[in-house]
């Protein structure tokens, strides 16, 4: 089976892949990046008509930078030399996040003649990208979709207490945004000691262990079925999250029960599971 990965290769998705390249060999891997975007007019013009808050979102994306590169960081302190370790046989093809479903990339696409495509780690696909696989284009999310779409999905059930929550998604890629069918939620343990690092880190391992064996089953039976979820959930954007959130809940784990299980570790498997069972 000729399966494509598409992933930026910050730690866990490299590790997350890599553990996947091992077991089950990917045969094309495509690294979306960013490039220095030069000022237009059109930002100046906003910058005079609301200077404070175009300077509002300056800072709020310093403040997100310093803190993904600070978790970047963190998480491969964690998982250690996993979080690089190379792909053998595979030299990644960069390509511009900005614009990146443009035609010229579904025609690469389209010259792979993939079976699957995996994301993770990957800017939002159209159609033109995620209907060229032969079987699906499966995403690895990290959250528990539907009740947690977008970014940040492993912070907002901590902010929130919903310790029952908090792991990874591994689903059909759809028009929406993190809605389509779902073949597998992975749910990580939860203690008292766990911050986000940590958990992204557990939820590296969770995904590492489920990816293979859904790709497996896929190649196998040649039907991806999953189950679409009858509520929407909700969505998080990147601006929704601030200090302040930070702020808080940094302080609710300082005050927070020492060595605790808040929530044990579990699978649960849908993708041969006909949608009418749910």
């Known amino acids: 089976m000729n399966v494509v990965a598409i992933s930026t290769l910050t730690p866990q998705h490299r590790y997350v892949l890599a553990k996947l390249h091992e077991v089950y060999p ?3 891997l495509i690294q979306p990046v960013w490039l220095p975007q030069a000022n237009t007019w059109n930002q100046y013009a906003k910058a005079l008509r609301s200077p404070f808050a175009v300077i509002s979102r300056r800072l709020h ?3 997100d930078n310093w803190r993904g590169a600070r978790h970047f960081a963190n998480v491969a302190r964690i998982l250690g030399p996993a979080s690089q370790d190379n792909l053998p046989g595979l030299e990644p093809t960069c390509l511009p996040i900005a614009g990146f479903n443009c035609a010229e990339n579904a025609a690469l696409l389209r010259e792979l003649r993939p079976d699957v495509i995996v994301t993770s780690g990957c800017p939002i696909l ?3 990208l ?6 699906a284009t499966i995403n690895v999310h990290w959250g528990i979709a539907p009740a947690y779409r977008g970014e940040n999905t492993l912070f907002w059930p901590m902010y929130y207490g919903d310790v029952e ?3 990874v998604t591994i689903h059909r890629i759809d028009a929406g945004i993190d809605t389509g069918p779902i073949l597998a939620h992975g749910f990580a343990e939860m203690t008292a000691e766990d911050d986000e690092d940590a958990l992204t880190v557990k939820a590296a391992q969770v995904a590492a262990r489920l990816l293979p064996g859904i790709l497996q089953r896929i190649e196998e039976t040649e039907q991806v ?3 679409r ?3 929407k959930g909700k969505l998080y954007l990147g601006r929704h999250r601030s200090w302040r959130h930070d702020l808080i809940h940094w302080w609710r784990r300082k005050s927070r029960e020492r060595n605790k299980t808040l929530a044990p570790a579990r699978d649960a498997i849908y993708i041969d599971k006909p949608a009418s069972s749910f």
């Open 165 to 167: 929550n908090v792991g």
């Open 26 to 28: 990917l045969a094309h």
């Open 130 to 135: 995620f209907g060229l696989a032969r079987l």
């Open 61 to 63: 994306s310093r403040y």
């Open 126 to 128: 159209k159609p033109e």
């Open 229 to 231: 979820a009858s509520e």
């Open 225 to 227: 079925e999953g189950f």
